[in-house]
Structures are given as structure tokens and as C-alpha cells.
């Protein structure tokens, strides 16, 4: 049995917690998901204070660090015993947090405004509990936690001092109240202050007691009295201090120290600048110049000098202006790798990003805390090309090319071409309903204008019809082929191939062609490394490969890895390298070198992103087609040979009733066949339109949107929601006719209500008027009304005033049907208009001649 493991999906305003099933054990949730749902922020708030769990979710887990952190700011803050509120976070902190970001759901949401306003909402929390509290705020923070280090009020100061014999100051400070604030006095004024008060100084002195206990030195200034006024120490002295400086914060005391020994190194690293000059070849493989430099403080350092410092014994020296610390260790690991790189001579980007990110290959040197990549003059521009497509200049698609871009569609379109010319595989990672399909078309129709080529195009069988309509309107020019059991011929007429993953694995002669573009769409589908079908996908030849996909990486590193071994092979290492990697950043805490390498070969823009909601409608409604199984296939021919047969003897109302009743039956079928044969086991794979539903709705769940299911047949509510239940992990609603007044009420307020209910289902006409439903942001007609006035009507449950969010409008269409002739004779406006339409719902249709209806119900594919 699976266990249930908690994460976090984070979203533009705050975040919600949820469940998914895992294998193995799980992080213990009960308590956490039933208080979270009544208190969100005072929940977290007291999470804070867990420790931390090696079974907690990547996403759980950043959520405690931002919680424990927030926790701990306020034990080391030895003034919030007066001001009893909590600093605000500062560039340092924030820079930290933002380093941690891991890739979950939702990760592109967690910015500078969405950690100040999380910081503010936790705040609000602690100064509501901290007034309720009848006592300290130390006593308050241990007992919610007994192991936490309450800082005390004394402070530890030291400053560089400009004479030779004594070049650093200390002082010993202490925080008290003046005039209702916090204000720093020398340390000897306590004695004055508690002169009459023996325990308050003996309780302010405790940090101090303590570490006397630990510390040989601050024992002997607290025994000579010398801790009490400002003194001058000689370079052991000062290094002495430093080297102890965790152990009084240990202790409560809060130490100030200069910046050059925050940076742990001296300020002494190894700089490698990559890519100075461009190369002949461009690409991974591409060789690439290496250049080596010793940097101390932003002032590079010779070799030699660096043998000097060597031969000197360990502690502080001056050099340069500067003062650094003479770590043996840290210097001859930089002496080291400094040597490795000059002999290496050049090396390929991949190896150079490898050795950026800290993988080690083929004897490069490890990345640590004293060795930094940096980029050369053509790195730099070449990255700084790849990570802002708007910059890019704009390439010219030809009058065959029958779409018009928006803005951002013409960016990727851009940036794809771009990383085609140099060579680097490309994640296309757009929000859904941005229009990925659209920008890949642009990008085969310019190739077509550039001269001959190859591709093949991978896809979801579900996503064939999309596909074959959207090259058919926007690039018609461009000669394509679906690859099934019954055509498997590669030949030079065609530019496009098409096929499903399923088929792709199967097909072996795809292997002996060199492709010129090889395209996934849906991509996730090759996110576990192990199957035998990613395998086969990875074993294709292809010059630029491009992966598309909605949902780039959910929760684990590993997804990332797998899409990236596809798309430039060898860059995040072998498979065990990159896991070893990813164990040490779940530790480290920092997904920052990560982010730099990688990010440039993905190019993913959001719904909620400023820039690209102002070019957006409000309502995007998109065509979905799906295509029949074989099963469908073969009751959709045998219907229309019975209906040509009894059109020939079948005459006046009579005929009318047929044919309204033959219209019925092919969407039934269109539906799924055991709606048409009225069996009740509704199998995902027996219907096209099943299939797609799963596909746009495991999306819907990666980010934990609502969505509303339209059918205009009562029977198929049940059979729908027991589908979406198994999809989402969790039962939905259902609305239909025979729903009273008073439920109807009840669930739009569970629907739209703080819980998570993903789903509602409802009929069409029960469902199309007179309810509130804006929670959702997905709307799904599984079943055409040929009306569009009633379906908008149903759309406007979720689209209406209220809404936040830019709502989805999801039409199905079976390709090849009655559903995508009349879609289009609608659409074309053939004969029709809104007003008959509207006054005589389908009644229209038995109107037309005999061979007009069998043109309407023939089978087309």
C-alpha cells in the first residue's frame, strides 16, 4: 500500500498544503493538514519550532527551513525581549531563501514580494501569541522548543584598528531599554545599571558565564575584568576570537565580526573564467577557453604569492590591503585545482558547466567554497541571449505562415531558433494555454522556408488531433505524416513526422535516420529514467531536440535529470553523479548553481506573469480534438451504414425523430462506447476523449486548480466524476437535474470554499445557469451543445465577477466526426446563424437533404 506524503504547491499568493502518494514511508501529516486548514499562518508558525524530518517532501521541507529560520531570527534577537516583534528580512536573507528554492510546484511564484509578504503574515502571528503570553519571550520560545538557543543581550564586537602592534579593537556591548527601544551600551554600564539588583546582572551575564566555562580566553577577561572595557588585540588574539566565534553564539552571545571572515575563505578563491573566445563548433562538445586566476577580495593574486603565504604559519596575515586568514588547507586546495585547470587546457562547455555546478568529471576540479566558474566575454553574451528572448532580434515568417503571434510566442519562437543554430537541446516550458504548439509550428514552418529537412514530432495519442489541425490552419504548407501500425515508411516527401511514445518505442528503423529535429510534447513522459520507454526515446539521432511541457518538474530532481539526459546528454553527469548532487543539495540548501546552469536551456512563461496576462484575454478558449479508438471507430461506421439505409425509407417526422436520435447515438459514442451501449465499466483507453481528459486534468492537479466538467448527458455525471476522482486522488462533486435547490448551494459554497475540491461535473442545462462557481479556472465541455450561447452560459459559471484568474476554456471535438463538421459549419457560419441555432437547438440539422446528412456522419480520417 502507498503511503501519503504532505507538499507544499506555492502559489502566487501564498501557498496550500496538499497530499500525493509515494512508496515508502511518509512524512506523519494528520495533525498538520487539519490545523493548517483552520489557522494556515499560526500553523506554520508553530512548525517553525519541529525539527527538522529526513521524510519530509523537498517542498515540506523548504517550507520548514523558511519557518524554522523565521524562528530562529527571533531566539537570536536579543532585543525582542523589549520591541516583542520580529526584524525584517534583509537582502542577506532573502538572497539565502532564494538560493534554497527548490524545483516544486509553483517554485517560479516564490520571489522577494512572496517572502516579505509569508515574513509579515508570520509576524502578525507571533505578536498576537507573544500578547496572549504570560511571561518572557524566551520562556515562550522554550517551551515550545527546549533546544533552542535564546540569544542573550550581550554582544561580542570586533573591529579592524590601524595600529601595527594592536590591528583589531573588541568591545563587549549589552542591549537595554531606553525611552521604549532597543539601544547598544558598553558592557561596564551594566554594572552601574544592576548595582542594586544582583540577579538581573548575574541573569544578563549568563551568555558570558557560559562561554567562560568553554573558552579558556574569554575565561581569562572575564577573571582580569578586561571584558568590561574596550581592548586591543594583537593579531593571535583576534584570530583566537574568530576561531571561537561559533562557540559564543553557542552560548547566546551575539557576535559582530568583520565581513572578509563572514566569507569563511579569506576572501581568497579560485576563479575560472570559461568562454572567452567563441569557438569554431558550437554546441555541448564545443571546446571552450579555460583560464584560471587567483582572485583575493576582487584583486588577483599571483602564484607565487600564494606559495608565500604558504610558507607562513597558520592565522591572520595582511596582504594587500587586505586581511586574510592563512588556512593551509583552503590554500593548497586552491593552489591545487589552480594547477589542474592550467595544465587542463580547454575543455568542453558541458564539462565546464559540470565542473560549475560542482559534478566532477574526467579529474576536474571539485567546486567549493574557494572555487568560482565565471563566464568570458562570449559565454556571457551568449547566456545573457538565451535567458532574455525578448531581447532577441526578430525573424520573418513568410504569408504561407497563417498565424499571428503574440508577443511572447514570438520571443520563443526566436529563442528556439537560436538555440537550434548553436547546437543545445531546448525546454520549452510554457504555462498551458500559452501556446507551445503554435511556437513550434512557427519554428518547422521557418525551417520549411529555409530549405529541406526532417523532423519527427513524439506525442500523447491524444494529442494527434491537436497537432494535425493546428499544422493544417497555421502552416498548411508543411507536409507532414501520422506514423501508425498500417504506415511506418519514412520517405524524403515528407517534412514532418508524427507518432505517439507507445509507437516510437516500437518502430526500430526510427533509429536509423538522422533527424534534424526531434520534438517531444508532453514531455513528462520520459521523466523516469528507467522505463523501457524513455530509453527508446533516447536512443534516437537527432542534431536539436526540443522538449515540451507544462509541467517541467514536480517534486523531484531526478525528472530534471531525465528531461535533461535527453536534451543535451552529459551535462548534469551520469545518472548516480547527478543523484549524489542532488542528496548534497537537499543538505546544502542552495539550488543557486543549479538554477545558473540550467536555466538557459529552459524557456517557461506563467498566465500570472505581468508581461503576458496584459496580452492575454481574459478567456482563452481552446479547440481540444480528440481522436476515436478502434473500438469507437468501429460503432461510429456500423451507425452510419444502418442510418444510410432507413434515410432511404424513412420519410417526414418519422425521419426528423431518426436523425435527432442518430445525433444522439454519435455523440454517445464520441462520449465513450459504454455510454452508446449502455455498459457501465467506462475504460480510460476505450475513449478519446477519456484519454485527453486525463491529460489536461493531471495537469490541473500538478498545480492544485479547480476545473468544471460540462456534459449535457445526466448518465455520463457519475462515470465522469468516478474518472476525475481516480485522477485528482479525491472525490469531486456532481450537479445535474435532479440535484435539489438546497445541495445546489451547498456545494458551489464546498466548491468554492477553502478546502480542495478539485472537480465539479455537472449536465449542461442544470448546471448553465444560476450558479457562482469562480474558484475554478478550468472549464470543460466533454459533450458540444451546438449552441453557443449555452455553452458560454455554462463557461460564465467560472468566467464572471469575481474571478481572479485568466480562465481556460477546454471545447472537446472528435476529429473526424459529426463534432468537428458542425464545429466547423458553426464556426464558418454556413447557412447558420446564432438566432436559428438558438431557436431551434439541433433541429436545424434534420433539415438537410439525405446526401447532406451522410456527408455530416460519414467517418473522416
Given at each position: 500500500m502507498k503511503a501519503k506524503d504532505i507538499i507544499v504547491i506555492f502559489q502566487e499568493k501564498g501557498l496550500i498544503l496538499d497530499t500525493q502518494e509515494i512508496r515508502g514511508k511518509g512524512y506523519d501529516h494528520t495533525e498538520l493538514l487539519t490545523d493548517f486548514a483552520k489557522a494556515p499562518y499560526k500553523t506554520l508558525f508553530y512548525f517553525g519550532f519541529a525539527d527538522e524530518h529526513s521524510d519530509m517532501s523537498v517542498s515540506l521541507s523548504f517550507l520548514?527551513?523558511?519557518?524554522?529560520k523565521f524562528i530562529g531570527v527571533i531566539s537570536n534577537d536579543p532585543d525582542v525581549e523589549i520591541t516583542k516583534t520580529v526584524k525584517i528580512l534583509d537582502n542577506a536573507m532573502l538572497s539565502e531563501m532564494l538560493y534554497a528554492v527548490p524545483y516544486v510546484v509553483g517554485e517560479e511564484y516564490i520571489s522577494i514580494e512572496w517572502l516579505t509578504d509569508f515574513w509579515t503574515e508570520l509576524t502578525n502571528v507571533f505578536e498576537q501569541e507573544i500578547a496572549a503570553w504570560n511571561g518572557t519571550v524566551g520562556s515562550f520560545l522554550t517551551t515550545y522548543n527546549a533546544k533552542l538557543n535564546i540569544a542573550g543581550r550581550v554582544f561580542f564586537h570586533l573591529v579592524e584598528n590601524k595600529s601595527e602592534e594592536y590591528p583589531f579593537a573588541f568591545l563587549a556591548t549589552y542591549s537595554t531599554e531606553t525611552a521604549n527601544k532597543a539601544v547598544d551600551m558598553p558592557l561596564k554600564n551594566a554594572l552601574v545599571e544592576y548595582k542594586d539588583s544582583q540577579d538581573?546582572?548575574?541573569?544578563?551575564?549568563?551568555?558570558?558565564?557560559?562561554?567562560?566555562?568553554?573558552?579558556n580566553f574569554i575565561s581569562e577577561l572575564v577573571e582580569s575584568g578586561e571584558l568590561f572595557s574596550p581592548l586591543q588585540f594583537d593579531i593571535d588574539e583576534a584570530y583566537t576570537f574568530l576561531k571561537e566565534i561559533p562557540l559564543y553564539e553557542e552560548c547566546g552571545i551575539i557576535c559582530r565580526m568583520p565581513d572578509w571572515w563572514k566569507k569563511k575563505s579569506g576572501g581568497l578563491r579560485l576563479s575560472i573564467s570559461i568562454g572567452g573566445k567563441e569557438p569554431a563548433v558550437v554546441g555541448m562538445e564545443a571546446l571552450v577557453s579555460c583560464k584560471p586566476s587567483l582572485?583575493?577580495?576582487?584583486?588577483?593574486?599571483?602564484?607565487?604569492?600564494?606559495?608565500?603565504?604558504?610558507?607562513?604559519?597558520?592565522?591572520?596575515?595582511f596582504l594587500k590591503g587586505k586581511w586574510i586568514e592563512v588556512d593551509h588547507h583552503k590554500l593548497n586546495a586552491a593552489l591545487e585545482a589552480f594547477e589542474k585547470v592550467e595544465n587542463m587546457g580547454d575543455m568542453t562547455l558541458a564539462e565546464a558547466m559540470r565542473m560549475e555546478l560542482g559534478i566532477a568529471?574526467?579529474?576536474?576540479?571539485?567546486?567549493?567554497?574557494?572555487?568560482?566558474?565565471?563566464?568570458?566575454?562570449?559565454?556571457?553574451?551568449?547566456?545573457?541571449?538565451?535567458?532574455?528572448?525578448?531581447?532577441?532580434?526578430?525573424?520573418?515568417?513568410?504569408?504561407?505562415f497563417h498565424a499571428t503571434l503574440r508577443h511572447y510566442q514570438q520571443d520563443g519562437f526566436h529563442w528556439l531558433a537560436l538555440m537550434k543554430s548553436i547546437g543545445f537541446g531546448a525546454l520549452l516550458a510554457d504555462d498551458m494555454g500559452l501556446g507551445k504548439t503554435v511556437q513550434i509550428i512557427a519554428l518547422l514552418e521557418y525551417f520549411r522556408q529555409q530549405g529541406k529537412y526532417k523532423a519527427l514530432l513524439i506525442i500523447p495519442a491524444s494529442l494527434i488531433g491537436n497537432w494535425q489541425k493546428e499544422l493544417d490552419r497555421f502552416a498548411p504548407n508543411i507536409h507532414y505524416a501520422v506514423l501508425h501500425a498500417k504506415n511506418t515508411e519514412i520517405n524524403d516527401e515528407v517534412d514532418l513526422f508524427i507518432t505517439t511514445y507507445g509507437m516510437a518505442r516500437r518502430l526500430e528503423h526510427l533509429n536509423n535516420q538522422r533527424w534534424d529535429l526531434l520534438i517531444l510534447d508532453e514531455a513528462q513522459a520520459i521523466k523516469n529514467p528507467g522505463t523501457a520507454q524513455t530509453k527508446a526515446i533516447k536512443q534516437l539521432d537527432a542534431s536539436f531536440k526540443i522538449a515540451m511541457t507544462g509541467t517541467p518538474i514536480e517534486n523531484k530532481l531526478a525528472d530534471l535529470w531525465s528531461l535533461f539526459d535527453f536534451l543535451n546528454a552529459g551535462l548534469l553527469g551520469t545518472a548516480k553523479e547527478f543523484s549524489t548532487y542532488a542528496k548534497n543539495i537537499k543538505e546544502n540548501g542552495s539550488y543557486a548553481k543549479l538554477r545558473n546552469v540550467v536555466n538557459p536551456f529552459i524557456l517557461r512563461r506563467l498566465k500570472t506573469d505581468k508581461s503576458i496576462i496584459n496580452d492575454l484575454p481574459d478567456k482563452v478558449e481552446i479547440k481540444a480534438y480528440t481522436t476515436l479508438t478502434s473500438k469507437q471507430a468501429i460503432l461510429y461506421r456500423g451507425l452510419v451504414q444502418d442510418l444510410?439505409?432507413?434515410?432511404?425509407?424513412?420519410?417526414g417526422i418519422q425521419r426528423k425523430g431518426m436523425v435527432l436520435a442518430a445525433i444522439t447515438k454519435f455523440k454517445q459514442i464520441c462520449n465513450h462506447p459504454d455510454q452508446y451501449l449502455g455498459q457501465s465499466t467506462y475504460k480510460n483507453t476505450a475513449s478519446g476523449k477519456?484519454?485527453?481528459?486525463?491529460?489536461?486534468?493531471?495537469?490541473?492537479?500538478?498545480?492544485?486548480?479547480?476545473?468544471?466538467v460540462f456534459t449535457q448527458f445526466k448518465e455520463m455525471t457519475e462515470p465522469l466524476a468516478d474518472f476525475l476522482s481516480l485522477i485528482f486522488e479525491r472525490k469531486g462533486l456532481v450537479l445535474h437535474g435532479g440535484t435539489t435547490a438546497k445541495k445546489r448551494t451547498e456545494m458551489v459554497e464546498q466548491f468554492n470554499g477553502v478546502d480542495y475540491v478539485p472537480f465539479m461535473v455537472l449536465s449542461l442545462k442544470a448546471g448553465g445557469v444560476g450558479l457562482n462557481l469562480t474558484a475554478a479556472n478550468h472549464v470543460i465541455h466533454f459533450d458540444r451543445w451546438w449552441n453557443p450561447a449555452v455553452e458560454n452560459q455554462a463557461t460564465d459559471r467560472a468566467f464572471r465577477i469575481g474571478q481572479t484568474k485568466n480562465v481556460m476554456v477546454h471545447k472537446f471535438i472528435t476529429a473526424g466526426t459529426i463534432e468537428e463538421k458542425i464545429d466547423a459549419m458553426i464556426a464558418e457560419k454556413q447557412q447558420l446563424s446564432g438566432d436559428i441555432i438558438a431557436a431551434t437547438g439541433e433541429q436545424w440539422i434534420t433539415e438537410m437533404s439525405n446526401d447532406e446528412l451522410m456527408q455530416l456522419f460519414t467517418l473522416e480520417v
Open positions: 520548514h527551513s523558511i519557518c524554522q538581573l546582572l548575574l541573569k544578563l551575564l549568563a551568555t558570558v558565564s557560559r562561554a567562560a566555562d568553554r573558552s582572485i583575493l577580495d576582487g584583486q588577483e593574486l599571483s602564484k607565487e604569492e600564494l606559495e608565500v603565504l604558504l610558507s607562513q604559519a597558520a592565522g591572520l596575515t568529471q574526467n579529474g576536474l576540479p571539485e567546486i567549493g567554497d574557494t572555487v568560482e566558474i565565471t563566464n568570458g566575454e562570449w559565454l556571457q553574451t551568449l547566456r545573457y541571449q538565451l535567458t532574455n528572448p525578448t531581447q532577441l532580434g526578430k525573424l520573418k515568417l513568410g504569408a504561407d444510410e439505409h432507413q434515410l432511404e425509407t424513412t420519410e477519456f484519454e485527453k481528459l486525463q491529460e489536461i486534468c493531471e495537469t490541473i492537479y500538478e498545480k492544485r486548480e479547480r476545473v468544471l
